[in-house]
T-cell receptor, first 112, second 113 residues
Framework: QKEVEQNSGPLSVPEGAIASLNCTYS??????FFWYRQYSGKSPELIMS????GDKEDGRFTAQLNKASQYVSLLIRDSQPSDSATYLC????????????FGKGTLLTVNP | EAGVTQFPSHSVIEKGQTVTLRCDPI?????LYWYRRVMGKEIKFLLH????????ESGMPNNRFLAERTGGTYSTLKVQPAELEDSGVYFC???????????FGQGTRLTVV
């Protein structure tokens, strides 16, 4: 069973739309959740972290966490072509507070 | 402030050769991590240093891989002898405290032929 699962996409949205990226995880005791953005050939860049149930907003980004459903999502409002990248969901599992387990990532394309 | 830097950015070596990858973490970050992404797979944890001490090397594939962090500053990851399945992108990351955000380097793309 995969520990962190993401839809690989590609997810294609028009400019200005809301992009919704989803992630499920298998470890019920996970406490820390991160979204990284990775442009091709570049380093993963942290864009959001979330630790408690509910929504967390930062600019055009909103992370949503539901620990009961073991589900974390990332919404990107007013999507821009520059948001086109692979989005990686990462979770601390096995009670670890440092070891990240990644999903394979979702490729997002925002069309002008 | 400089981010996490890795060297080299690319390396192509023959099977059986030795390669050493280097990582310079963000200054002041005691926690340093190595991760790897092989083709078509997700990024996977290799090991974790706190200062110069290995805290967790449970993700290291086998004893052909040796990581060091002498003096608690930069780290090296040596693969000896390299095998074809070692090909992938090796990422280094650092964080100031445990459980806080980890910042990644641009990675070293290793190709073993």
């Amino acid at each position: 069973q995969k520990e962190v699962e993401q839809n690989s996409g590609p997810l294609s949205v028009p400019e200005g739309a809301i992009a919704s990226l989803n992630c499920t995880y298998s470890d019920r005791v996970s406490q820390s959740f991160f979204w990284y953005r990775q442009y091709s050939g570049k380093s993963p860049e942290l864009i959001m972290s979330i630790y408690s149930n509910g929504d967390k907003e930062d600019g055009r980004f909103t992370a949503q966490l539901n620990k009961a459903s073991q589900y974390v999502s990332l919404l990107i409002r007013d999507s821009q072509p520059s948001d086109s990248a692979t989005y990686l969901c990462a979770v601390n599992i096995d009670g670890s507070n440092y070891k990240l387990t990644f999903g394979k990532g979702t490729l997002l394309t925002v069309n002008p | 402030e400089a981010g996490v830097t890795q060297f080299p950015s690319h390396s192509v070596i023959e099977k059986g050769q030795t390669v050493t990858l280097r990582c310079d973490p963000i200054s002041g970050h005691d926690n340093l991590y190595w991760y790897r992404r092989v083709m078509g797979k997700e990024i996977k944890f290799l090991l974790h240093f706190v200062k110069e001490s290995k805290q967790d090397e449970s993700g290291m594939p086998n004893n052909r891989f040796l990581a060091e962090r002498t003096g608690g500053t930069y780290s090296t990851l040596k693969v000896q002898p390299a095998e074809l399945e070692d090909s992938g992108v090796y990422f280094c990351a650092s964080s100031q405290d445990l459980g806080t955000e980890a910042f990644f380097g641009q990675g070293t793309r290793l190709t073993v032929v």
